[in-house]
């Protein structure tokens, strides 16, 4: 009895769907369909079929062009596409686009899998910046805490800012050179900028945190003792110059770092 | 409501703008970078060019940012295209060739000038096939070259650098078991054209992301609006099906496949 059961139930088994069948004619690991398309001959048959033309699909793929051109959308688009917010007849261009551009068709995977993992990409931010913010010690954590005050200051007052005034000029920093390996970093210079009352520096470590600031009047600040820069880690500074009330003009970002060999 | 950056940008002022809106999201974009590399120097780097950037130009990038803000469109999705792009170009074309040809140092001379053209030079495999016998190795076979690039690919993966080296190539290719014959090969590609031109453009899309591309089959349906992954299976099943059928019509099957 159990034999004809089990035996009615060979016959008339179904065969995987295709939501089987593709995964694991593409190479996906799956013990259930591989015992079921060993013990059938309909199965192998389809899934030799679906190898071969994705064998054929895939060759021509070295005739792609990887490379950017004018027709490419910008990162805008191709963000808005992978989103699902292009319109219909936006929509359309760039899937055609698409099927020609190895290049594009990147772009949005490389796109797709990190919105697909973003939560993994911000846990694993934080769980680097408590490994970084170890070694900087309770002086330096003092220190950040001070500094952050003026920033609260002036997030609860944008009301009194008054536009930038962009005709200033920004100072320029100078050493270290931007970009520079160095042995060492004593201070921090930059150019001066007519008329301006302080400037202020920041100094962040290679997460964007702030690690020091100061306001001065020179144009230059010694680094305190009680910071210690790792060699090789990246360090970024910016200063700002204050040539009016509450009116500030920022250098670019620049970046240094300490030589191994210090 | 809108994030507080995008008020003090529409305000004029920019450098607070700037400040708000790198603290609010600098932890994803180093996240998205460190995808890519993890090497804290290459990581620093590629996020000081990605600030450049987004600041460039009056910070017209963060303009058209704020000027297309919505509640239900997340910015982390333009930041993730920036960052890919940036994150390629420069190891492209910064310090990507010197640190990337130490990728390919133990490699056969060959492979090497393959690596350079293919991973370095971003060029695709039959521009580097045309490139080496120009320049290299004049009676190269092109079943010969598939099976040199191959082997590149094998080599450049397995090194601690293989993830962001294969970013800058393209996938790599499908090597036959014996070289084509160029007549066979350019017959099927006309009769392949044809049959793909017969699917509808949306199916053919996921096609090409799913069974060339290799895009996991739950992130293929996301950006083709798709329920599921089980419709992209179906569609795939269905368009590897109807491309095996109008190959056979041709008189293309078996073996010639």
């Known amino acids: 009895m159990l034999e004809t059961i089990l035996r009615k139930r060979r016959v008339t088994a179904p065969h995987p769907a295709p939501e089987l069948l593709v995964p694991y004619a593409l190479g996906a690991h799956d013990p259930a369909t591989a015992r079921h398309v060993g013990n059938c001959a309909i ?63 990147a772009l949005v995977k490389a796109t797709s899998e990190l919105a697909t993992n973003e939560a993994g990409l911000t846990r694993q931010v934080t769980r680097r910046w408590r490994r970084w913010s ?3 010690g309770l002086a330096a954590a003092a220190a950040l805490l001070l500094l952050l005050l003026p920033r609260v200051r002036d997030e609860s007052t944008p009301g009194l800012r008054e536009p930038t005034v962009t005709s200033t000029i ?93 | 409501m809108a994030e507080p950056w995008i008020a003090l940008l529409e305000a004029g002022d920019p450098e607070r703008a700037w400040d708000l809106f790198i603290e609010r999201y600098r932890r ?32 017209a990038r963060l303009r058209r940012c704020a000027a297309r803000w919505e509640p239900d469109r997340p910015l982390s999705t333009f930041l993730y295209t920036v960052v890919h792009n940036i994150t390629v170009d420069w190891f492209r074309h910064r310090d990507g060739r010197p640190r990337l040809s130490s990728v390919a140092a133990a490699l056969p001379p060959l492979q090497q000038r393959i690596f350079e053209y293919v991973f370095v030079d971003g060029r695709s495999h039959v521009e580097a096939y045309e490139l080496l016998r120009s320049r290299d190795a004049p009676h190269l076979a092109f079943g010969e070259f598939l099976g040199e690039l191959s082997g590149t690919y094998r080599a450049v993966l397995r090194t601690p650098r293989g993830h962001i080296a294969s970013q800058l190539a393209e996938p790599p290719p499908a090597i036959p078991d014996a070289p084509p014959d160029p007549a066979a090969a350019s017959e099927q590609r006309v009769v ?66």
């Not at chain 1, 970093?185 to 020091?212: F, N, Q, T």
């Not at chain 2, 180093?30 to 009056?58: K, P, Q």
């Not at chain 2, 950006?223 to 599921?228: D, K």
Request: glycine residues 4%.
């Open chain 1, 170 to 262: 920004a100072p320029v920093p100078i050493t270290p050179t931007p970009g520079a390996s160095v042995a060492r970093v004593d201070s921090l210079v930059w150019s001066s900028v007519p008329k301006a009352e302080r400037y202020r520096v920041r100094l962040y470590d290679g997460e964007g945190s702030v690690l020091w600031t100061v306001e001065t009047t020179d144009t230059s600040a010694a680094l305190p003792d009680s910071l210690r820069l790792q060699p090789r880690v990246a360090y970024f500074w910016r200063v700002e110059a204050q040539a009016e009330w509450l009116r500030w003009a920022a250098s670019d970002l620049a970046s240094f770092r300490i030589d191994a060999r210090r």
């Open chain 1, 43 to 105: 199965c192998r048959n389809a899934i030799e079929e679906l190898r071969e033309a994705a064998g054929l699909l895939r060759g021509p793929s070295v005739f792609d062009r990887r490379t950017e051109t004018s027709d490419c959308p910008d990162e805008f688009v191709i963000a808005d596409f992978v989103d699902g917010h292009l319109t219909p007849q936006s929509r359309a261009p760039i899937v055609a686009h698409l099927l020609t551009c190895a290049r594009c068709r």
């Open chain 2, 192 to 257: 392949l054209a044809r049959a793909l031109e017969a699917l509808p453009a949306d199916d053919r899309l996921a096609v090409q992301l799913y069974v060339v591309d290799e895009m996991p089959a739950d992130q293929v349906a996301r950006v083709l609006g798709y329920p599921n992954a089980k419709t992209v299976y179906n569609r795939v099943y269905r368009a590897l099906g109807a491309i095996r059928s109008h190959l056979a019509q041709a008189g293309i099957r078996g073996p010639d496949l």
């Open chain 1, 134 to 136: 170890l070694p900087v």
């Open chain 2, 28 to 59: 994803l974009i180093f996240g998205a970078i460190r995808r890519y590399t993890a090497e804290s120097d290459d990581v620093m780097d590629v996020f000081a060019r990605v600030c450049e950037v987004l600041r460039e130009n009056g910070y």
